[in-house]
């Protein structure tokens, strides 16, 4: 559990000394960081069953620096570290990513330019005040910007939407170079972990986690430092390697034998807060719990860490799916066996939220059925935009009506059952933008709002409610409106506008589109509280889109939905005591 706490507490004094222009010292820390963070074994047991003497049996570590080990594993600090990182620029460590910038370049630039910070650099970059400086030049000051560019990207908030298929293809890529080169590894048990196999929203690096024996280790991490859209190699270790991808990415990959895969698979994926309470868990059951593995407390002895299963069985636990491991109160109701049974992607049924070439779509309305047909649905709604949408080629009422008459006409020949919908403009005072007459007509309607984001909360909770406690609204659709990157939810009141959904029958959307995850978890937790029901739609405009729906699955189960909770789960025969078109 502490070998990589020390590691990167050493790679930080080796950046330290470096920067202050200490000869060999900087080589040292940086050798014992690499040895403790390849080691195949926790650093606490080693210290635990030999004592110091233990800690100078791993290569790169003397009297020294065990000394320094044994007091972080006794108080949690080195108080000679301490004083070190007091005395350091703050931005010392950010700095000494930045390739091309070593620690004699950082030293001049602090005395001559006073360049202390990241921004420091960036903004003297932006000014040319390093191409005056003997030693940098024009050519350095280029290539200082795109080393910063570079940092940036890789160090930036990745949405879930690029991280997932990337994710993938880096372990298809890495699979197949094991499999196809002289290396000859097979790669059965390779996986995405941290909050990427969590699904948040948007996370770090990607990590990667493989099982392999220490024999076929290396091999795997020659098969990753030279794939074909590596552009960096950062670090290259027996159990850790980092890249970065020539698209920006930071990869890491750990490699770790097959006595420890679960237990590894477990400590990567949940979050901080979730393995410290799992961690705790264990020690009240006199265990002691590691990215090794668990061990007896006593003797030490290993008792699970093949499998994730086991590592919660043991401790006397539900297994816990991974999207619920944020300690939000997972850890005690899979004590109680109480977790819920999380919705899949075997139990949709349908997607509510299709649009099709009558609108920004860019299929026809005749592929985009096939195409849903072929995923094995039971039904769909196709719910184009409606008249206001006009940058969206908004259906004026006759193109709709015609839309209709294809639709009937379809249906003849398709098995699954074809929807007549819109997604309807919630307008500013909270009309919907088609009339009663023509509503009262639709099989589904999908209001949103698609204008306006600036009202006040007043306003907007004011606007979302009426459209609420209009009787022909079905779905709120993308109900808190924000857009990664580009706004953020309106100002609303979502406590009343749940308390309405709820009172009126309403369902919310989950929109699965990767640019929106509205609802996200953290809204979907409190909307069920309301006991409202959900849908998880795809929004899709192309036949591409409607394999969106796993994103939206993804935020569903953070948000702890089962399959009853989801009504496009339900037979079509269902449908209508959600929606309640006999009332009409």
């Known amino acids: 559990m502490k070998n990589r706490e020390i590691a990167e507490l050493f790679y930080e004094i080796a950046d330290i000394l470096e920067y202050q222009q200490v000869e060999w010292k900087p080589r040292a820390y940086r050798k014992a960081a690499q040895m403790i963070e390849n080691l195949g074994e926790d650093i606490e047991n080693i210290y635990a069953r030999e004592g110091k003497t233990g800690l100078t049996k791993i290569p790169g570590v003397g009297e020294s620096i065990a000394d ?3 007091e972080y594993l006794e108080t949690g600090r080195v108080e000679k570290f301490e004083k070190l990182k007091g005395k350091a620029p703050s931005g010392t460590a950010e700095l000494m990513e930045i390739r091309g ?3 004699k370049k950082m030293k001049k630039l602090a005395d001559t330019l006073g360049i202390r910070t990241l921004s420091d650099l960036k903004n003297a970059i932006a000014a040319h005040r390093l191409r005056r400086l003997d030693g940098f030049g024009e050519k350095s000051e280029k290539n200082l910007a795109k080393a910063i560019e570079q940092y940036e990207k890789s160090h930036a908030r990745i949405a879930l939407g690029k991280a997932l298929p990337l994710a993938e293809e880096v372990i298809s890529a890495l699979k197949s170079q094991c499999k196809n ?5 097979d790669l059965s048990k390779i996986i995405y972990t941290g909050s990427l196999r969590r699904l948040k929203e948007t996370i770090g690096d990607i990590d990667i986690l493989a099982e392999a024996e220490k024999a076929e280790a290396l091999k795997v991490m020659d098969c990753f430092v030279s794939l074909q859209d590596v552009d960096q190699v950062i670090l290259k270790g027996n159990t850790k390697s980092s890249v ?8 890491d990959l750990r490699v770790v034998p097959p006595e420890s895969y679960g237990a590894a698979l ?3 994926t949940g979050s901080k807060e979730h393995n410290i309470e799992l961690r705790n868990t264990a020690i009240k059951n006199g265990y002691k719990l590691s990215e090794y593995g668990l061990y007896l407390k006593e003797s030490g002895k290993q008792i699970a860490g093949r499998s994730e299963e086991e590592i919660y069985e043991k401790l006397g636990l539900a297994y816990i799916p991974p999207e619920l491991r944020e300690n939000r109160g997972e850890i005690k109701a899979a004590a109680k066996n109480a977790l819920p049974k999380l919705v899949e992607a075997g139990d949709i049924k349908g997607d509510f939220h299709i649009h099709t070439s009558y609108s920004e779509g860019k299929n026809s309305l005749k592929t985009m059925i096939e195409k849903a047909e072929a995923l094995g649905y039971e039904y769909i709604a196709i719910t184009d935009h409606s008249r206001s949408q006009k940058v969206a080629n908004g259906l004026e009422i006759e193109k709709l009506k015609a839309q209709w008459e294809e639709i009937d006409k379809l249906s003849k020949r398709f098995r699954i059952k074809i929807l007549k919908g819109s997604e309807v403009d919630i307008l500013r005072d909270g009309s919907l933008d088609y009339p009663d007459e023509i509503l009262k007509e639709l099989d589904i309607v999908v209001g949103g709002v698609h204008s306006g984001f600036a009202l006040p909360e007043r306003k907007m909770t004011e606007r979302i409610v009426t459209a609420l406690e209009n ?3 079905d779905i709120l659709a993308h109900p808190s409106g924000r857009l990664f990157g580009k706004r953020e939810p309106y100002s609303a009141s979502f406590e009343k506008v749940f308390e309405v959904a709820a009172t009126n029958g309403k369902v919310l959307e989950i929109n699965s589109q990767p640019s929106r995850l509205d609802l996200n978890d953290e809204f979907i937790l409190r909307a069920k509280t309301f006991g409202l029901k959900f849908c998880i ?3 899709s405009h192309s036949t591409t889109g409607l394999g969106l729906m796993r994103y939206g699955l993804g935020q569903a189960r953070r948000g702890w939905l ?4 989801v009504v496009n789960t339900y037979p079509y025969s269902r449908l209508n005591e959600i929606f309640k078109k006999h009332n009409r």
């Open 537 to 539: 739609s795809t929004d």
């Open 68 to 70: 320094h080990i044994a």
């Open 471 to 473: 009787r022909y609204l």
């Open 101 to 103: 910038l070593g620690a």
């Open 181 to 185: 080169t002289t290396s000859k590894v």
């Open 562 to 565: 089962e399959k009853e909770d």
């Open 244 to 251: 970065i991808l020539r698209e920006g990415t930071a990869i």
């Open 266 to 268: 477990q400590y990567f």
